[in-house]
């Protein structure tokens, strides 16, 4: 009985690390995307374009 308990709570452990891991790749790859959607009009050619939210936030707000 206490077998079938223990394993009953590694399973509900599991899938919720499971969807918490889910949620945030998830979440990773929708920030992500917005980024690349919005530098990707706005890139100067020959130059490198800047690797951080802050660049592409302003980036985005000149382009507009």
Known sequence: MRQHMLNGWLVAALVATTCLLGFTAYAEVKQDISRIA???DHQ???ERVAQCD???TV???SGA
Request: charged share 10%; aromatic share 0%; with cysteine.
């Open 54 to 56: 802050i660049c592409a």
């Open 59 to 61: 980036r985005c707000a």
């Open 44 to 46: 100067p050619s020959g």
């Open 38 to 40: 919005c530098t990707h």
